[in-house]
């Protein structure tokens, strides 16, 4: 038994006869899209004047003192170019200043990880679980102190360092405390 796929416009319901005439449709911003982009697909013939009905837009951030969120204003390119009276637009964004590019919330998330970064290499931390290099002085704070270290993780809630658990050992340099205890052959 066969089965047959009958797809249709999300247009306009119409019959696609051949999948080469459809059109892939990503509506990025709508005023009743509430959930991000969406995708539609429709008919090559349905949508050939949507490049003709474009309009040349332009996409401003007014940036206001004391606020601190920008304000994003789209509005057609001819109505900006207007805003211009001294010199002609064109001339004012060719003279204009680059803005230095950055991705969204880089700058106040690299001021938050300086805030937030915790020094390993200090007894009060040594020995957390951290996705970083563990640096050769925390090494030695945990060899030096790995029984304390051990009481302050489980009090934390943490996991403690086991000599015989070999991630450990390699990330702490532990082979002599695991040697003496007999956990490792050598």
């Given at each position: 038994m066969g089965q047959k796929i009958i797809r249709f416009?999300?247009?306009t319901g119409e019959h696609v006869e051949d999948d080469d005439d459809l059109v892939r449709i990503v509506v990025r911003r709508h005023p009743d899209l509430a959930d991000g982009p969406v995708e539609i697909e429709a008919l090559a013939g349905e949508v050939a004047a949507?490049?003709?009905?474009a309009l040349d837009l332009v996409t401003i951030e007014l940036h206001h003192p004391g606020s601190d969120e920008p304000r994003t204003v789209v509005l057609e390119a001819e109505a900006f170019d207007r805003l211009a009276t001294a010199a002609p637009?064109?001339?004012?964004l060719h003279g204009a200043k680059p803005v230095a590019r950055s991705i969204p919330?880089?700058?106040?998330?690299s001021t938050?990880?300086?805030?937030e970064r915790v020094n390993y290499a200090t007894l009060a931390n040594a020995g957390r679980p951290h996705k970083g290099r563990t640096t050769?002085?925390?090494?030695?704070?945990v060899r030096d102190h790995l029984e304390e270290i051990n009481e302050r993780l489980a009090a934390e809630g943490v996991r403690t360092i086991d000599p015989a658990n070999p991630e450990h050992v390699a990330r702490y340099g532990?082979?002599?405390?695991?040697?003496?205890?007999?956990?490792?052959?050598d």
């Amino acid at each position: 038994m066969g089965q047959k796929i009958i797809r249709f416009s999300d247009l306009t319901g119409e019959h696609v006869e051949d999948d080469d005439d459809l059109v892939r449709i990503v509506v990025r911003r709508h005023p009743d899209l509430a959930d991000g982009p969406v995708e539609i697909e429709a008919l090559a013939g349905e949508v050939a004047a949507v490049e003709e009905l474009a309009l040349d837009l332009v996409t401003i951030e007014l940036h206001h003192p004391g606020s601190d969120e920008p304000r994003t204003v789209v509005l057609e390119a001819e109505a900006f170019d207007r805003l211009a009276t001294a010199a002609p637009m064109a001339e004012v964004l060719h003279g204009a200043k680059p803005v230095a590019r950055s991705i969204p919330g880089q700058a106040a998330a690299s001021t938050r990880a300086a805030k937030e970064r915790v020094n390993y290499a200090t007894l009060a931390n040594a020995g957390r679980p951290h996705k970083g290099r563990t640096t050769d002085a925390e090494k030695q704070l945990v060899r030096d102190h790995l029984e304390e270290i051990n009481e302050r993780l489980a009090a934390e809630g943490v996991r403690t360092i086991d000599p015989a658990n070999p991630e450990h050992v390699a990330r702490y340099g532990l082979e002599s405390p695991a040697r003496a205890t007999g956990l490792t052959q050598d």
